[in-house]
């Protein structure tokens, strides 16, 4: 089977080793394995025979003149997560190719980390470091709070989506009541995840820490809201690991300003530098780090390569992406 890496320069080093490389080069012909970083300027012959594209980040578009010219393609193996940037509408509308991506393998980091600093927040680690780096006091009192620690605390979850059910199913073996927001999911889905479906409104009130593993598509943008948020206790925590638009980042400033909450943000739009959430001692803000950094990015080429293989054998993948759930992919 022929296929060809569809990324650019200098990827396939980073989303596969050396040995996942050797495997992939077994597996299926990637003629020198140089990757083709532009389609359009590839040449006939380059594309002639091509049955699967490898693709992942910065990869170029499949659309309805590559398309064209490779009458041979029958699946593209996504490296990486989402695969909207990368399959246009006309791959969906040929119908007999299959796409499949590497979102699973994505979420593990994800949730990973999630999961760190929910347990964190659960310690008021924010607040408490804040508070001993201003007075570098120790206040036994704090100790004595009910509402600290991690026996009986209360998780809210927003979103039974990929990360969030990897996050919850991690939550199981702590002693936390996990809540699950969640309109496409049902109570029987939840319970099976650990969780206890309930309504936004039961899970902002109720919850020690509220984190959002929710997709961003048109009807979830502001779905975190400034109501929502009022509705959070104080000294409670809230984490963003999905997508800044998510967010009414403008009510969410004004509690973390206030002191009220404190926040976990992995995800943001750009801050100006006199935002005062940069410097916020309750809230930990960090770069877009929770999904595949550095040997990360081999366990998303391990799902690639185990599609690859699947596909060159003529069995089924294990990760397809749905069409008709595109556009609804994280
Ligand atoms: N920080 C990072 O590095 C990083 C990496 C990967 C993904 N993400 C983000 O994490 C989030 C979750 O990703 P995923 O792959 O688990 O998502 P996903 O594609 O599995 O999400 C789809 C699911 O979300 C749920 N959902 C949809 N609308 C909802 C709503 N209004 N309320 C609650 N739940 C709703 C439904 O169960 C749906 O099936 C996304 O926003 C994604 O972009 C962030």
């Known amino acids: 089977m022929k296929a060809l890496l569809a ?56 659309d309805a003149a590559a398309l064209a010219r490779m009458p041979r393609l029958r699946a593209i193996v996504h490296t990486a997560g989402t695969v909207r940037f990368v399959v246009s509408e006309a791959v969906w509308e040929q119908g007999d190719i299959v796409v499949t991506s590497s979102t699973e393998a994505n979420a593990v980091p994800v949730a990973e980390f999630a999961l760190a600093h929910i347990l964190l927040a659960g310690k008021r680690s924010l607040a408490r470091q804040a508070r001993y780096r201003a007075d570098h006091a120790v206040h036994p009192g704090a100790a004595a709070d009910p509402g600290l620690g991690n026996y009986g605390g209360v998780v809210g979850l927003i979103g039974a989506s990929r990360i969030g059910a990897l996050v919850a199913e991690h939550l199981r073996r702590f002693d936390l009541e996990v809540l699950i927001t969640d309109p496409f999911a049902s109570a029987e889905q939840i319970t099976a995840l650990g969780g206890q479906k309930v309504e936004p409104e039961e899970l902002y009130a ?85 999904g595949s950094q550095g040997n990360e990015l081999h366990r998303m080429g391990e799902h690639a390569l185990e599609e690859v ?22």
């Open 7 to 62: 990324m650019p320069e200098g990827l396939p080093g980073r989303m596969f080793d050396a040995a996942q490389l050797a495997r992939l080069a077994e597996l299926v012909d990637i003629g020198s394995g140089h990757p083709v970083p532009d389609l359009a300027a590839a040449s006939d012959q380059e594309l002639a025979d091509v049955e699967m594209l490898v693709t992942g980040w910065g990869a170029p578009r499949v």
């Open 206 to 290: 109720r919850s020690d820490v509220v984190s959002l593993h929710a997709p961003d598509v048109p009807s979830t943008r502001g779905m975190v809201s400034r109501r929502l948020l009022a509705l959070m206790r104080d000294g409670t925590t809230f984490v963003n690991t999905a997508r800044p638009a998510l967010v009414d980042l403008d009510a969410l400033r004004e509690e973390l300003v206030s002191g009220r909450l404190a926040a976990v943000l992995d995800v943001h739009d750009d801050l100006a530098d006199d935002d005062p959430l940069w410097r916020l001692a309750t809230v930990s803000i960090t770069p877009h780090i929770a």
């Open 309 to 330: 293989r699947r596909l060159a054998a003529g069995d089924p993948p294990r990760f397809p992406v749905d069409p008709a759930r595109r556009g609804m992919e994280a």
